[in-house]
């Protein structure tokens, strides 16, 4: 169950990265709002998991998904360039989640 709170926790950190781009800095109110909102879950998500996670493990995966989910984001929906270098570093970063989870943690 921690895990699956994990890949939530990294989803809404996904939509807190967005959020903060659609803010305009903080201009825009709904934005805004969302921002604080998805921050709020994903660390309330978080800290739930780390109680019976390892933190070094459970941080790396959720800030992975996270940058993996809002550089995917970025390239697909605010067209941002896409790039081997880019595509390759999102394969590396997989990469060492999956090394995590394998090396343990559980």
């Known amino acids: 169950m921690a895990w699956v709170l ?46 019976s996670l390892e933190v070094g493990t459970a941080y790396a995966v959720w800030t992975g998904i996270g940058a993996v989910g809002t550089a995917a984001l970025g390239m697909v929906v605010l067209g941002e360039d896409v790039s081997p270098l880019k595509i390759i570093s999102i394969v590396l970063i997989l990469a060492g989640v999956v090394g995590l989870n394998l ?3 559980h």
Do not use: N, T
Not at 8 to 37: I, N, Q, R, T, W
């Open 103 to 105: 090396a343990g943690g």
């Open 6 to 51: 994990i890949v939530v926790a990294g989803l809404f950190e996904v939509a807190m990265a967005y959020s903060l781009k659609l803010s305009d800095g903080f201009s825009s109110v709904l934005p805004s709002v969302a921002f604080v909102v998805f921050a709020v879950l994903s660390f309330g998500l978080l800290s739930l998991a780390l109680k």
